[in-house]
């Protein structure tokens, strides 16, 4: 199974991109088989296949990073398979890099940049800009903290003979589809488990001082616990 990518290039033509395996294209009155790795390039009546001398590791395509900042700083890293030069980032608003930010790219293969809520395309090219990997999607999604209801910081609960029911209550946010609940009691582990509600009740907590936490997970977003 092949990831086949099409895109527009700047003389109206298109640009056939495959990764992970082989393709069939027609192109130029004629069927081709474009391989990993490969371009196909179509301008017009003519047709020609390049081999890519850029490939793009990270993000994933259609990667998309969850933070509770104004903006997140992803991590961008590329492989230059046939000793490429000097090389450029391009980030864009649009899938056909109408105005995208240049960034030099540096000769150790990744590059760390800040960026705010929203979609982005990025790609890694030559200076020259005759080659350049493929581009990849990338979105960033903005959520609030978690925040703590009950038992408030610093709150003391006393008992006289059994030990209470406990209630713990925070306020969620819109992309968690569960919440681990961490309680530690003098800094090791007492329980963790995950739960979908926003509220539970625990008892059998004997004396001590606690602290709890709650971290939103959503399996979906690799990069979202916060």
Do not use: C, H, M
């Not at 994933?60 to 090389?87: I, N, Q, S, Y």
């Not at 309680?183 to 995950?194: D, H, Y």
């Amino acid at each position: 199974k092949a990831d086949v990518k099409l895109s527009t290039t700047g003389e109206a033509g298109l640009d056939v991109t495959v990764t992970g395996g082989t393709a069939e294209v027609a192109a130029g009155g004629e069927s081709r088989t474009i391989g990993d790795d490969e371009r196909l390039v179509v301008a017009g009546a003519e047709a020609k296949v390049f081999r890519r001398s850029l490939k793009a590791i990270a993000p994933a395509p259609l990667a998309t990073v969850v933070t509770a900042a104004a903006a997140a700083t992803v991590d961008f890293r590329w492989e230059a398979l046939e000793g490429e030069g000097k090389l450029v980032l391009e980030i864009a608003r649009d899938r056909d890099f109408t105005r995208p930010r240049r960034l030099p790219a540096p000769g150790v293969g990744s590059l760390a940049v800040t960026l705010e809520e929203g979609d982005y395309y990025w790609r890694i090219r030559g200076a020259g800009g005759n080659d350049y990997s493929d581009a990849r999607r990338l979105s960033i999604l903005r959520d609030n903290p978690v925040r703590i209801l009950a038992p408030a910081r610093g709150e003391t609960l006393s008992y006289v003979d059994a030990t209470p029911v406990i209630g713990f209550r925070w306020q969620g946010n819109r992309f968690a589809n569960e919440y681990r609940v961490d309680l530690l009691r003098n800094g090791a582990v007492e329980r963790s488990f995950t739960t979908t509600l926003r509220e539970v009740s625990l008892d059998g907590l004997g004396e001590g001082s606690y602290t709890w936490r709650v971290t939103p997970l959503n399996a979906a977003f690799a990069s979202y616990e916060r």
